[in-house]
């Protein structure tokens, strides 16, 4: 049997950060689909890299569609920089992270007060060549006598 991918050990963490389900419109319409089966689905499509609508309807997450609205809906409520945070702490404590594999990335590290100035580069390529379809001169123009 194929091991759950959302176990219940996950679910007890990610479960509490979830913002509250909106009230119904109508009474009368769909259920709304159960969160852990919609989160289940979320997890699967991130691990296998399938789109969306590609989600195997077998796998009783509901469409693909509706895992993606969730997951929109979540990330504008801040679940996944919470969940991020909480695993994170998770796995500090328990001394589950090894930092000598990590690389900072310096695109998107901020430098604080712009970092050293640095001399300006020197421009070593060509100079732009000129344009055949546009020219610094004076156009040439038709005359138009009748």
Not at 22 to 29: F, L
Not at 68 to 78: C, L, N, S, Y
């Amino acid at each position: 049997m194929a091991r759950e991918l959302v176990d219940d050990e996950l679910w007890e963490i990610v479960c509490p950060l979830l913002p509250p389900p909106p009230p119904h419109k109508t009474p009368a319409g769909r259920k709304r689909f159960d969160e852990r089966r919609v989160f289940t689905g979320i997890v699967f499509i991130l691990q296998s890299g399938l789109p969306w609508e590609m989600l195997p309807r077998e796998m009783g997450c509901g469409s693909g569609m509706t895992c993606w609205r969730r997951a929109r809906d979540w990330q504008k409520a801040g679940v996944w920089e919470k969940l991020h945070r909480v695993l994170l702490a998770k796995l500090r404590n328990a001394d589950r992270l090894d930092f000598s594999r990590v690389i900072a990335d310096s695109s998107s590290v901020r430098a604080v007060h712009g970092g050293k100035k640095l001399a300006p580069t020197r421009l070593i390529g060509a100079r732009r060549a000129a344009s055949i379809t546009l020219s610094s001169t004076a156009m040439a123009r038709r005359s138009t006598s009748s």
